[in-house]
T-cell receptor, first 115, second 112 residues
Framework: NAGVMQNPRHLVRRRGQEARLRCSPM?????VYWYRQLPEEGLKFMVY????????ESGMPKERFSAEFPKEGPSILRIQQVVRGDSAAYFC?????????????FGQGTRLTVV | AQSVTQPDIHITVSEGASLELRCNYS??????LFWYVQSPGQGLQLLLK??????LVQGIKGFEAEFKRSQSSFNLRKPSVHWSDAAEYFC??????????FGAGTRLTVKP
């Protein structure tokens, strides 16, 4: 059973371009979470999704950021018109269910560099 | 909403010495508490978790943590640190919706 897969591992974008980060959860997991880790900072929650639904997006910036988790395929975190401040590591985690006695398993992250 | 504070940004210990990393949480109900470790350039690996029951939790790699409700703490300990333990450690608190909040992390340096 493969773990949470994120790709690409490293992504370089010029200012103004779009960044698309992909996350394939573990098999059987229908809950996905995205976190952002800025240099010298901890992990900041961004968004929590189930298949075809956004459950909690309280950590998402109001503009340029969007996330989806379609019925088929990976979850996508999209950043439009990237700026230097978007440079960070973006981690995806998945869990099999919502609620007690569950833990989230993390991918290795995508490191986005905006030049 | 839940929140986590890790008071120590950076800790240096000698190899073989004991270690304690502090974590304080804020949450109105029974928290679900986690410690993760992140090696440079890597993702997060779960060290241990507390959901209920025995307040002293054993994890992987010789780590343990103790949940103290009265102090709102979940400190991570290891009796004898190895050089390979050098990494960043994150405490996290989860709620029923499984939406975890992480502390800012504590970077551990191990001196030979």
């Amino acid at each position: 059973n493969a773990g949470v897969m994120q790709n690409p591992r490293h992504l370089v974008r010029r200012r103004g371009q779009e960044a698309r980060l992909r996350c394939s959860p573990m098999k059987g997991h229908s809950h996905v979470y995205w976190y952002r880790q800025l240099p010298e900072e901890g992990l900041k929650f961004m968004v929590y999704l189930q298949k075809e639904n956004i459950i909690d997006e309280s950590g998402m910036p109001k503009e340029r950021f969007s996330a989806e988790f379609p019925k088929e395929g990976p979850s996508i975190l999209r950043i439009q018109q990237v700026v230097r401040g978007d440079s960070a590591a973006y981690f995806c985690a998945s869990s099999p269910m919502r609620g007690v006695n569950t833990e989230a398993f993390f991918g290795q992250g995508t490191r986005l560099t905006v030049v | 909403a839940q929140s986590v504070t890790q008071p120590d940004i950076h800790i240096t210990v000698s190899e073989g010495a004991s270690l304690e990393l502090r974590c304080n949480y804020s949450y109105g109900a029974t928290p679900y508490l986690f410690w993760y470790v992140q090696s440079p350039g890597q993702g997060l690996q779960l060290l241990l978790k507390y959901f209920s029951g025995d307040t002293l939790v054993q994890g992987i790699k010789g780590f343990e943590a103790e949940f103290k409700r009265s102090q709102s703490s979940f400190n991570l300990r290891k009796p004898s640190v190895h050089w390979s333990d050098a990494a960043e450690y994150f405490c996290a608190v989860g709620a029923l919706n499984n939406d975890m909040r992480f502390g800012a992390g504590t970077r551990l340096t191990v001196k030979p």
